[in-house]
């Protein structure tokens, strides 16, 4: 099992918008809806934010959007703000015969 | 409010099995979803070792599945982890979760450190 593959970082100033993007194959990210990302701050559990490409959960801010184009996942950061400054990590499910969940390898996203 | 608190040995030897529990509550596992265990190596990613659905049905990362093995007590409200032939590589904050479906995890423990050394 490979791991997705994120940009190790990102960077933008406050108000702007970044772009992660995650990509896998045609047996994760493209051969399925269900790709996810995840807020994660240090020393806290990670956090929800899109599930099934583009949903966002009640709760997370309209300025976190989902999308997908082929085997490439992205997520959209826009009007960033201070407390946006985490690692952000893609999640597809897998299908076959073992189903299974992957990760992408994080992005640490830094307002400057 | 649903809450999942991991529970197990800090320091565990090379070779030997690595053994977690996460206790649930707010929400009892044999009503559904999926219960899994995720890890994150110091300095590095998530990375999802397998989960368990709440009628016993396992899952496993392809990587670790030879070494892996999920289990769940609904009598107790909790499930484990048992991780065997252990190196130091498998050092790292390991958390439980809930997930809904497809990687859809909703709640996540606070994580447990554990720490492969002789």
């Known amino acids: 099992q490979s791991a997705l593959t994120q940009p190790p970082s990102a960077s933008g100033s406050p108000g702007q918008s970044v772009t992660i993007s995650c990509t896998g194959t045609?047996?994760?990210?493209?051969?399925?809806?269900?790709v996810s990302w995840y807020q994660h701050h240090p020393g806290k559990a990670p956090k929800l934010l899109i599930y099934e490409v583009s949903q966002r959960p009640s709760g997370v801010p309209d300025r976190f959007s989902g999308s997908k184009s082929g085997n490439t996942a992205s997520l959209t950061v826009s009007g960033l703000q201070a407390e946006d400054e985490a690692d952000y990590y893609c999640c597809s499910y897998a299908g076959g015969n073992n189903p299974h969940v992957v990760f992408g390898g994080g992005t640490k996203l830094t307002v400057l | 409010q649903v809450q999942l608190q991991e529970s197990g040995p800090g320091l565990v030897k090379p070779s030997e099995t690595l053994s977690l529990t996460c206790a649930v509550s707010?929400?009892?596992?044999?009503?559904?979803?999926?219960w899994n265990w995720i890890r994150q190596p110091p300095g590095k990613g998530l990375e999802w070792i397998g989960s368990?659905?709440?009628?016993?049905?396992?899952y496993y990362n392809p990587s670790l599945k030879s070494r892996v093995t999920i289990s769940v007590d609904t009598s107790k409200n909790q499930f484990s982890l048992k991780l065997s032939s252990v190196t130091a590589a498998d050092t790292a904050l390991y958390y439980c979760?809930?997930?809904?479906?497809?990687?859809?995890?909703?709640?996540w423990g606070q994580g447990t450190l554990v720490t492969v050394s002789s």
């Open positions: 979760a809930r997930e809904h479906h497809h990687g859809l995890i909703d709640y």
């Open positions: 368990i659905y709440h009628s016993g049905t396992t």
């Open positions: 707010g929400y009892s596992i044999s009503s559904g979803y999926y």
């Open positions: 045609s047996s994760d990210v493209g051969g399925y809806k269900y």
